[in-house]
């Protein structure tokens, strides 16, 4: 890897906000809220090893670090959950016997009410995929997980393949350009920071002017 790699849980970082993603990977801030924390104790579950098995039917193996090095990528990151089901129209694995199908599976603790799945989630998820294809030379399928409805959705990129892949493309490009320019962009008109972990890093509350405690100060006064 090199300065320009991108990982990719930053990629929706910069999807919600670019401001966001700058404090993070230029400024080197953090900061946590409760959705945070949430999110990071089922991660956590899920790469502890409990989901990877084998049986006749499939191989699932959790916590694989994935990667494309293609130029116009250039990205890695770690999958939750990555199944081999045994298939006759699969690929190779240089360690297996047979032939298997790869599903790629990504948590997520909440779904969306309007939709099936999330934008910012399906980008993510299909940046795993791009790597998980250059690796085992496959077409992998690509699902979320739900877990408040404990519900598995497929990802279209079967049929959208050109929309997201273009979409990813011009998201690095613009990640990239701002890692270059080492800047922090301006808040996006409209944004909603209410649930952000970063919003009291984006915007510290600045004492309300005062011209008593100016005074005060002045003659060298304690303000109480």
């Known amino acids: ?8 849980r930053a990629i929706q970082h910069y999807m919600y906000c670019p401001r966001r993603f700058a404090l993070l990977e230029v400024n080197d801030d953090w900061a946590e809220n409760s959705f945070v924390v949430k999110a990071n104790i089922q991660h956590q579950h899920v790469h502890d090893g409990s989901h990877s098995y084998s049986d006749s039917r499939k191989i ?6 994935v990667y494309n090095d293609e130029p116009v990528y250039d990205i890695f990151g770690i999958t939750d959950c990555i199944e081999f089901i045994r298939s006759s129209e699969g690929v190779e694995l240089s360690d297996q016997d047979g032939r298997f ?6 948590y997520k603790p909440k779904a969306p009410k309007e939709h099936g799945f ?3 989630d399906a980008i993510q998820v299909f940046a795993q995929k791009v790597c998980a294809d250059s690796i085992w030379n496959c077409d992998s399928e690509a699902y979320i997980y739900y877990s408040d409805i404990r519900k598995r959705v497929k990802l279209p990129f079967d049929t959208e393949y050109d ?4 979409m990813l493309k011009n998201l690095l490009s613009e990640m990239r350009k701002v890692l270059e320019e080492k800047r922090i962009p301006s808040r996006k008109k409209g944004q909603k920071c209410s649930g952000c972990s970063m919003s009291d890093v984006c ?8 011209v008593r405690d100016i005074v005060m100060s002045q003659k ?4 109480l």
């Open 118 to 120: 999330n934008e910012t």
């Open 220 to 223: 060298g006064a304690d303000i």
């Open 60 to 65: 699932v193996r959790s916590n694989i670090v």
């Open 163 to 166: 929309k997201y892949d273009l």
């Open 101 to 106: 199908q790869v599903h790629i599976i990504e």
């Open 203 to 210: 915007f510290p509350k600045e004492k309300k002017y005062c």
């Open 1 to 8: 890897m090199n300065n320009n790699t991108i990982n990719i």
